[in-house]
């Protein structure tokens, strides 16, 4: 039977340790006889490379994660990396660093090696060692990526937790207002027109807000400071008599929004938003 029908059972001839295909070297540490391509001996497990392995996919983990400082280049051993740290505040490496990881990942092993690694393929560890890296690489961005997602969260709750709270306050100082706009309602059936008739002295809270009474005399208003009542919103309290005939009190009116009002200062409609 000739080569070229020689049974498909028979088992393939191996392209490794002849010199007719890939040649044949001595190891640097034990002298023994191992193929070219090899990256670490098979006798004694020492390295034959001349530089550390560079692995593709870790080379493009970088690239996505850090490439606008150039660490992919660093880590491939090309001194001009530091043109992206140089750069990285005019978001160009950025762009830039984004396509290469994707090129890095699409490139073929084969061309890669002979690019990058001296035309000798990964061995065993060099591979567990990339994947380990790939690894470190990707929970480092999943981290970031988790804090950046629950300062977007937390922040903007925290800004209105701090708002309400203010809001809490500058009602709660107003208790006095409203007991001696009651009192003076009770004697005079009509309700004040300036403070000075309730015997208030000033209009500015402790809190820093300021409450007013209008033109009519029924309505109080809440001025609020930047971080009482964001940027000097308003929140209202209109004098009105409830079905006993006394004095009751209506809040919300006024522009500031309605999350940051308590919840008796809320609109029945404020609920369907």
């Not at 830039?96 to 890669?112: G, N, P, Q, T, Y």
């Not at 000097?232 to 006024?254: R, V």
């Amino acid at each position: 039977m000739t080569t070229s029908e020689q049974s498909p059972y028979a088992a393939p001839n191996s392209p490794i340790g002849t010199d007719s295909t890939q040649g044949m070297t001595k190891c640097i540490a034990c002298s023994k006889e191992i193929p070219k391509i090899a990256g670490v001996c098979m006798s004694c497990g020492v390295s034959q490379r001349a530089r550390q392995y560079r692995n593709k996919n870790v080379a493009g983990a970088l690239a996505m994660v850090f490439g606008a400082f150039g660490v992919h280049r660093f880590y491939m051993g090309q001194w001009w990396g530091v043109l992206y740290l140089l750069t990285f505040w005019t978001l160009i490496p950025s762009i830039v660093s984004f396509v290469e990881a994707i090129v890095f990942w699409c490139s073929d092993l084969k061309k890669w090696d002979d690019k990058y690694n001296e035309s000798k393929p990964a061995g065993v560890t060099e591979k567990s060692g990339g994947a380990l890296v790939v690894l470190i690489v990707v929970m480092i961005f999943g981290g970031i990526a988790v804090i950046g997602i629950l300062a977007a969260i937390a922040l903007p709750a925290y800004h209105d937790y701090t708002i309400r709270a203010k809001v809490n306050q500058a009602i709660l100082e107003t208790r006095v207002h409203q007991t001696a706009i009651v009192d003076y309602y009770n004697r005079n059936e009509q309700l004040p027109s300036s403070w000075g008739e309730i015997d208030i002295d000033g209009e500015e809270l402790d809190s820093g807000n300021i409450a007013e009474l209008s033109d009519s005399g029924y309505v109080i208003s809440y001025v609020g400071s930047e971080m009482a009542l964001a940027q000097s919103k308003t929140i209202e309290f209109q004098a009105y008599l409830d079905d006993n005939e006394q004095i009751a009190w209506d809040c919300t009116g006024g522009s500031l929004s309605a999350r940051h009002r308590p919840s008796m200062c809320r609109d029945q409609s404020d609920y369907d938003y």
